[in-house]
C-alpha cells in the first residue's frame, strides 16, 4: 500500500516504511520505484533529527552526572534510562519521518 508520492514522477510509490528508511537530506535515499530517482525526507526532518539528537544527548550527559536522581531505594536505574535514550536517537526520529514530513530528491551525489 503506497500513499506517498515521489517528488519527480508523481506516482505513489513509497509506503510509512520505505519513508521511514529513506532517511534525511544527507543520507543516499531510496529508489522510487517507477522513476529510480532517489528520494529522501526534506529539510524538516533532518532539523528534526538534530534537536532529537541533541536533546536526547543532553539527557544522556545529564543522567551520568547526576545518578542519584535516577535511583530508587538500593536500586540504581541509570544505565535503563541511558540505554532508553541511546534507542530513542535512533527509533523516534524514523517514526517522526514516516508519517510527518515531505520527501524531496536526493542531493548527495552517489558513486
Not at 34 to 46: H, L, M, Q, S, W
Not at 50 to 65: E, H, K, P
Request: charged share 15%; proline share 4%; net charge positive.
Amino acid at each position: 500500500m503506497s500513499i506517498y508520492t515521489c517528488p519527480h514522477c508523481g506516482e505513489k510509490t513509497f509506503n510509512p516504511l520505505t519513508k521511514a528508511l529513506a532517511g534525511q537530506m544527507n543520507s543516499r535515499g531510496r529508489e522510487c520505484s517507477e522513476c529510480g530517482t532517489r528520494c529522501v525526507n526534506g529539510k524538516g526532518a533532518t532539523i528534526f533529527n538534530a534537536v532529537y539528537t541533541l536533546i536526547a544527548f543532553a539527557g544522556v550527559v545529564y543522567t551520568y552526572l547526576h545518578p542519584e536522581n535516577f535511583a530508587v531505594g538500593d536500586v540504581n536505574y541509570e544505565i535503563f534510562v541511558v540505554a532508553g535514550l541511546i534507542i530513542s536517537i535512533f527509533l523516534i526520529p524514523r517514526l517522526v519521518n514516516a508519517f510527518c514530513f515531505k520527501m524531496t530528491e536526493a542531493i548527495r551525489l552517489n558513486y
